[in-house]
């Protein structure tokens, strides 16, 4: 069995895992994106309508509606959070947040 010496050895640096992280997300909303397009293209709009998630107003203030999920764990992830949490990433490995910022959901970062 191989030992884990490489990442059991390297340094923690929390803005380099952000930056990690923030290509990793970049590159799956991307990856959603094209996924998309070519079911499109395809004609496969069940494939399409396999990658929503549903949204029901509840609260008399708007409509029922599907949305593309941009989510990479249980949380659904409509695109302009997608987006705003992508955009904490990238800030926090610019060095803009002191290292124990948290993100904050319902905050604008973008």
């Known amino acids: 069995m191989k030992k884990p010496t490489e990442i059991m050895t390297k340094t923690f640096n929390p803005r380099e895992l952000a930056k990690e992280q ?4 970049l590159k799956y909303i991307v990856g959603v994106l094209e996924e998309v397009k070519e ?8 494939a399409v309508k396999t990658m929503t998630s549903f949204s029901p107003a509840g609260d008399c203030m708007g409509l029922d509606n599907n949305f593309i999920n941009f989510g990479f764990d249980k ?6 959070e997608a987006l705003n949490y992508l955009k904490f990433l990238e800030n926090y490995a610019d060095g803009e947040y002191d290292l124990d910022e948290k993100y904050c959901e319902g905050r604008e970062y973008i």
Not at 22 to 25: K, L, R, V
Not at 75 to 80: H, L, T
């Open 22 to 25: 923030a290509e990793a997300y």
């Open 39 to 46: 079911s499109i293209s395809d004609g496969d709009y069940f």
């Open 75 to 80: 949380k659904p992830m409509d695109i302009i």
